[in-house]
Structures are given as C-alpha cells and as structure tokens.
Nanobody, 120 residues
Framework: VQLVESGGGLVEVGGSLRLSCAAS????????PAWYRQTPGNSREMVAA???????NYADSVKGRFTISMNMANYTVYLEMSNLKPEDTGVYYC???????????????WGQGTQVTVSS
C-alpha cells in the first residue's frame, strides 16, 4: 500500500489549490488522515488532521484558510487550500492509519509528498 498525493503546483498569492491523497490499492479502512508540510531545513509540521470522530484540527497558521476532508466511499483525503501565502510554500505529505483488509493490523503510512509553491 502506498499513499499517493496529487494536486500540488505553482500558485500566486491569494490563490487556491486542492491536494488529494489516495491509497494505491483498495483498502478496508483509513483513519486519522493528516497533512503535514515541510520546508528546507525544517521538520515536518502538521497543518491539518482528522480525528476518529471526524473532528478537524488545524495549525494556527492555516485556520480559516485550509479544510481537510475525507471521502468515506473511497477514502480519498483532501486538503482545500485558499488565500494562499508565500509561507505556505513547502512539500505537503499525506499521513494516515491504514487497515488493508478486515483481518490485518493498522499501519501508519506516508505519501511521497507534493510540492506547493506560492509566488508573491
């Protein structure tokens, strides 16, 4: 199983992007999806996450501008980003707990990352 992100790119200040994250194969269930951001020389920081109860948590820097959601039919995770700022630039990674089949354990997976660049 791999988590595959898409939707990154170059956008101007104030613009919008939607990132997607999907499992490479059909899985039984995904829980606790989250998006992290990493900039050169820095560790990954959580920007948005969904709890088991579907409660969303956001980094203070993105509150009101980013929205995390998950399609429960196919477990695709989205990050809607609006009013983008230059400091939002970075590589965005998807993370989630994945249960491949009903009889397997939960494992934590990371995607390969997708670059978001906000130009001023």
């Amino acid at each position: 199983v791999q988590l595959v992100e898409s939707g990154g790119g170059l956008v101007e200040v104030g613009g919008s992007l939607r990132l997607s994250c999907a499992a490479s194969v059909s899985v039984f269930e995904i829980e606790r999806p989250a998006w992290y951001r990493q900039t050169p020389g820095n560790s990954r920081e959580m920007v948005a996450a969904l709890s088991i109860s579907n409660r969303a948590n956001y980094a203070d820097s993105v509150k009101g501008r980013f929205t995390i959601s998950m399609n429960m039919a196919n477990y695709t995770v989205y990050l809607e980003m609006s009013n983008l700022k230059p400091e939002d630039t970075g590589v965005y990674y998807c993370n989630a707990e994945v249960k491949e089949t009903v009889g397997t354990m939960w494992y934590n997976y990371w995607g390969q990352g997708t670059q978001v660049t906000v130009s001023s």
